[in-house]
């Protein structure tokens, strides 16, 4: 599919993008090309008054009050309910708080305990670690009674047998970006008497997500990457209204029915809160809500369009570079199976991530040689995505990703 | 004992007051009196400008580089460092992430893992809520491995038989201020081959604490209460360093020895890392270390005898209303089992704190009639504590509580 290869219709394709009013509403260096959204999402021009004003005057001046006065107390399910309109949920069906991994491990204990004679989770290899992790934790504490089973991804619906308790699954993949069927892989797993856990990290803000239309039974996901929550954001959970009264094994005060009371027993609230633990993270919570409020001012139609006309601009200028350089595409093409990202393997990987950064593009590694690049459609222009290759020609040409410095691997996210 | 009885003995007390320089170092409205610091500790000055920073700079700037440039991958660890200097542990010994809750979790099933023949949690009633709730989610979701035993407080160290595997107690109670003997009671739980986890919510930055010098095993505690870190703050887990080959439950990717090799299998990190579980709250922990670096400015020894101080003056004050107006002192008078805060009980006792705010005086009502009054000994003068109790004085003179409006109560934290 050619999109363009003229530097005057890239212009003319910003122009008419319905979506380039959103990229003054970031803070974005000039010159800066940021292909890592799907890590770290930029930051909402609104996000510092934001906290400032929770700072100063919510806490500042109203102090303990705020946790009315503002609502405080509640704002796990007010922006729950936001993200929800992203992800085809229903208002008392989501809940911001906690890290995306906490909520992994409510998922799946939930899910648990509404198939109590079995006793698998599975999942796929190559998932992203932290899931695999805490099913694993699971299993550890379990005494036995639970089996963390992570297969090949290509055998995972065939190895649906009736212990699976529960399937966790990432639709679209950390590291490829490639997109899974959701309603039909849930239906594979029901028809299987398992339940379907839904990581979003990816999806959220990115692609049009419909869990009601899937049936889906519960879902988690990231607040600080299509988001644009501000790092480490709390994560949100989706439980199905039909699945709200499991029983939590994180059940913290704020998840119970009277938190205020004292009482000496737990007793889940009921609806989405039982599935809240400590007492909310306030100031992170002010930060993600900026995030997602920008991002229901634009359609998520729209949104996903763009996103893939930017991933076939980013294809069709790259493919000089596979011929010439030796990058190898390492995610799909067809838009039914992508995600908001194009990913490359070669052999440098991880070197020319790190010479990229000398021509002020911000992309990312991931072992064992993948080039990652996000595509984030509410502030990248197309003129952004051909720059991009044509600095990446710059590195490679010159071999500038050749330098010893380059060879020490350092830790990022 | 008496503390004064003249205005003039409250100003030279105030004059002579080797903390008194740190009030201004909070944002605090004229005329109004904060007892409620130790539910939510009151706004640093400097935490507003060092969130800008974050948000502005090292977010809105340094995108993704600064997870390393900004030190915000290993901000759970050094804060953690700096907590470990007001608590009597080492470096190595605590983390910043998560909730109370949630660290509650994990010190539990990390203790439990440690005593493998053993199926109980003790705890006492009427301890802090969701410390038995969280206690209540682990026995209900190990199958029968777990119990969750909570005795009234009197009756607590004689439970311990040779099932306990781990004791649970807040070192001073939420309510009462009542404080334990924490290497007493830690001895106790020991000889009893029972492992000790100590809440120290209403502890840290309260009262000198030293859990190496009790031998404790685990601890954890909010950082919204002394340590000012704000609404919904990370909180904090201690593991003793003998304790940290436990394998954790909550087994995140952050926990992982290698997290950013995305590999497929929980591997966990040596020392405290492993007490991670998902990406760090950054904007939280922030704010939460710019309210420990305050703190660590004061000497903690200055911090617990103004504290006392403050304690003293108020009961004395307070002696003429208790015979007028009928209030009974609930919190302990000997210093060596004395929080910092003083509480009394009256019929009124929510109705009462209702009607302080038109006085300008913010209490708290701890159901079913506790009237709680914080003592933050950085931010409180001596005669603000005083000045509450002439403004307590006109409310009870006047019936000011009793109005319809106080009569319906309200959730607040």
């Known amino acids: ?32 090309i ?97 899931d695999v992790y805490m099913m694993q934790g699971i299993e550890a504490f379990s005494g036995g009674r639970v089996k963390a089973v ?32 959701m309603a039909e892989v849930t239906r594979r797993a029901h028809a299987a008497g398992a339940l379907a856990v839904w990581d979003l990290s990816h999806s959220a803000g990115a692609i049009e997500v419909d869990l009601n239309g899937a049936q889906a039974d519960f879902a988690i996901g990231c607040g600080y990457k299509f988001l644009n929550g501000g790092p480490g954001a709390p994560a949100y959970l989706f439980a199905a209204a039909r699945h709200q009264a499991a029983t939590p094994v994180l059940s913290g005060w704020f998840g119970h029915a009277r938190p205020f009371s004292f009482e000496d027993d737990y007793d889940p609230a009921a609806g989405i809160t039982r599935f809240l633990c400590g007492t909310p993270p306030v100031l992170g919570l002010a930060a993600l809500e900026a995030g997602v409020d920008l991002l229901l001012e634009a359609d998520m139609g729209e949104l996903r369009r763009k996103s893939l006309r930017l991933g076939d601009l980013f294809m069709e200028r790259m493919e000089p570079l596979c011929d010439r350089h030796g990058f190898e595409l390492a995610s799909e093409r067809d838009p039914a199976l992508r995600g908001s990202q194009v990913a490359y393997a070669h052999p440098q990987a991880y070197q020319i991530v790190q010479a990229l950064k000398e021509y002020d593009v911000v992309a990312d590694f991931r072992a064992p040689d993948i080039l990652r690049f996000g595509l984030t459609p509410l502030y990248l222009r197309h003129r952004d995505i051909a720059e991009t290759v044509e600095r990446l020609e710059q590195v490679c040409a010159t071999r500038a990703w050749d330098k010893p410095q380059y060879h020490q691997r350092a830790a990022v996210t």
């Open 34 to 130: 940021y292909l890592d959204g799907n890590s770290l999402g930029a930051l909402p021009r609104a996000t510092a008054a934001r906290l400032q004003q929770v700072i100063a005057d919510e806490w500042g001046e109203g102090l303990i009050t705020s946790w009315l006065g503002a609502e405080w107390s509640t704002a796990p399910q007010r922006i729950g309910d936001k993200i929800a309109r992203l992800l085809g949920a229903d208002p008392g069906e989501i809940v911001a708080t906690d890290s995306t991994s906490v909520n992994i491990f409510k998922a799946l204990t939930a899910a648990l305990s509404l198939r109590p004679g079995r006793s698998k989770i599975l999942s796929e290899k190559t998932n992203f670690p932290t």
């Open 150 to 181: 992570a297969v090949d991804p290509a055998a995972v619906l065939d190895a649906l047998d009736d212990d699976v308790a529960v399937l966790l699954l990432t639709q679209v993949h950390y590291k490829s970006g490639r997109v899974r069927d």
């Open 1 to 32: 599919m050619t999109v363009t290869s003229l530097a005057a219709d890239l212009s003319e394709l910003d122009r008419a993008d319905p979506l380039a009013r959103f990229r003054d509403r970031f803070h974005l260096r000039d010159g800066l």
